[in-house]
Nanobody, 126 residues
Framework: QVQLVESGGGLVQAGGSLRLSCAASGRTFSTFSNYAMGWFRQAPGKEREFVARITWFTGILYYADSVKGRFTISRDNAKNTLYLQMNSLKPEDTAVYYC????????????????WGQGTQITVSS
């Protein structure tokens, strides 16, 4: 089994920054070298949406247009940890943020991801 645990959520004013972390563990984690790691978010009453993705081994990045230029996804291989640096936050970024892992390197759809964290709340006040 694979476990993903997010941390770093909270309340921030518009224009502020936060960094989310996602610690990955589990007996099959060694297979993550072939996985894509992604961040998704879900606002109240809305569907879960893709935010950003990084291929664990190659480091290839991909972002949703809504966060491009403001958010940065990265990973620390030694710590088995995924990050999402969020700058210039807007009230519309308010959501529960999830990290997830997919065996499909180009995955952007939530149903392509096999493993999910429990989520962490981000609230951006205006």
């Amino acid at each position: 089994q694979v476990q993903l645990v997010e941390s770093g959520g909270g309340l921030v004013q518009a224009g502020g920054s936060l960094r989310l972390s996602c610690a990955a563990s589990g007996r099959t984690f060694s297979t993550f070298s072939n996985y894509a790691m992604g961040w998704f978010r879900q606002a109240p009453g809305k569907e879960r949406e893709f935010v950003a993705r990084i291929t664990w081994f190659t480091g290839i990045l991909y972002y949703a247009d809504s966060v491009k230029g403001r958010f940065t996804i990265s990973r620390d291989n030694a710590k088995n940890t995924l990050y999402l640096q969020m700058n210039s936050l807007k009230p519309e970024d308010t959501a529960v943020y999830y990290c997830a892992a997919s065996p499909a390197r180009g995955a952007t759809l939530s149903n392509e991801y096999d493993f999910w964290g429990q989520g962490t709340q981000i609230t951006v006040s205006s």
